[in-house]
């Protein structure tokens, strides 16, 4: 009986001791953590989208939180500097992803700023990326004879739309959208005097839109 107890104590020791690793210290880490400078709220049309990312499965093929040049080439691949937890003040919950099926979104919004280039992705990815094994998503959009007013017409490119019709953008697209287009994170996160001290020690390395954009499959 005594060796049960000793084994049970042990267990228990070890699990406090996981729990204050795992857990408690890194919230005491990151609690007081406050926005940088240049994170935005979200705004209505970008949670509503966030829901329509979320619905649809986006994270278990997205990421959103670039690496350290340390650990990989996500800068040299275009999508930006290694996040750092006040990135996600306002992400509740956060959509880290763990599988990168399709590229980091972390910083599409710069990447690919076209609301155009986004509404034709996601009614036929193959359109624009020869070879994407991302899904195209035709319930959020709508084929008809004519535009009505308010009608948000679908640009794309020649031989994607229904011959003698219009594909109109439902408000889930329109929504998901706003949230990529609002995916920039490209504002400093470091005082400048650090930011000087680490560009010193680090070779940069740019990467034009253009070309990062041309190869960056969304959700």
């Not at 970008?46 to 340390?70: F, K, W």
């Not at 992803?97 to 690919?112: E, H, K, V, W, Y």
């Not at 005097?193 to 990062?212: E, G, M, N, R, W």
């Amino acid at each position: 009986m005594e060796n049960e107890v000793k084994l049970a104590a042990g267990a228990l020791v070890a699990l406090a001791v996981a729990t204050a690793a795992l857990v408690v210290l890194p919230y005491l880490q990151v609690r007081d953590i406050a926005p940088p400078e240049g994170l935005k709220p979200y705004s209505s049309a970008e949670l509503r989208g966030r829901q329509v990312y979320i619905s649809n499965g986006c994270v278990y093929c997205h990421s959103q939180q670039p690496r350290d040049r340390n650990l990989g080439p996500d800068a040299e691949r275009g999508w930006g500097r290694a996040s750092v937890p006040g990135d996600y003040f306002y992400d509740k919950p956060h959509l880290l992803g763990s599988m990168r099926t399709g590229p980091d979104l972390f910083n599409i919004g710069a990447r690919q700023p076209s609301k155009d280039w986004h509404l034709g992705h996601l009614y036929q990815p193959r359109a624009y990326i020869p070879g994407s094994i991302m899904p195209s998503y035709p319930y959020m959009f709508e084929v008809k004879d004519a535009a009505e007013p308010g009608d948000e017409v679908v640009k794309l490119p020649p031989g994607q739309t229904p011959p003698s019709k219009v594909v109109v953008a439902r408000s889930e697209a329109l929504d998901l959208v706003k949230y990529l287009q609002g995916m920039n994170h490209t504002y400093p996160v470091l005082p400048p005097t650090v930011q000087q001290a680490t560009a010193a020690t680090q070779p940069a390395t740019a990467i034009p839109l253009s070309s990062a954009s041309a190869a960056t499959p969304v959700p």
